[in-house]
C-alpha cells in the first residue's frame, strides 16, 4: 500500500508561481508512473501531469507551457512546477500513481486570486 502527502500550496496571485511537492511511501516508487491530479470547487477531478518511470511527461492542454512535472526517485518524491498561474488553477492538487489507485492523500490547496 503506498501512501501520499502532498505540500507546497497556498494563495498566490495571478501570474505567480508555485512548487508542490508530493512523498511518496514504499521502497518501489521507482517504477510507477506519477500524477498530479487537481479538483477545483464544482468540477471533476483532473489529471494535469504524469511521468512515466522512464521520465515522459504528457500534460493536457489547459496546463501545457506552464506546468512542469518532475520526480526525483531517490527520494521517492514526484514535483509539480506551476508558472502563470490562472484564477482557474485554483483547486485542491493531489498526487498518486498514474493510472491511480484506491489510496489518495489529503492533497494541497491552491487558490489563485488577488
Known amino acids: 500500500q503506498v501512501h501520499f502527502v502532498e505540500s507546497g500550496g497556498g494563495l498566490v496571485q495571478p501570474g505567480g508561481s508555485l512548487r508542490l511537492s508530493c512523498a511518496a511511501s514504499g521502497s518501489i516508487f521507482s517504477i510507477y508512473g506519477m500524477g498530479w491530479y487537481r479538483q477545483g470547487p464544482g468540477k471533476q477531478q483532473e489529471l494535469v501531469a504524469a511521468i512515466t518511470s522512464g521520465g515522459s511527461t504528457f500534460y493536457p492542454d489547459s496546463v501545457k507551457g506552464r506546468f512542469t512535472i518532475s520526480r526525483d526517485n531517490a527520494k521517492n518524491t514526484v514535483y509539480l512546477q506551476m508558472n502563470s498561474l490562472k484564477s482557474e488553477d485554483t483547486a485542491v492538487y493531489l498526487c498518486?500513481?498514474?493510472?491511480?489507485?484506491?489510496?489518495w492523500g489529503q492533497g494541497t490547496q491552491v487558490t489563485v486570486s488577488s
Open positions: 498518486n500513481q498514474y493510472p491511480p489507485n484506491l489510496f
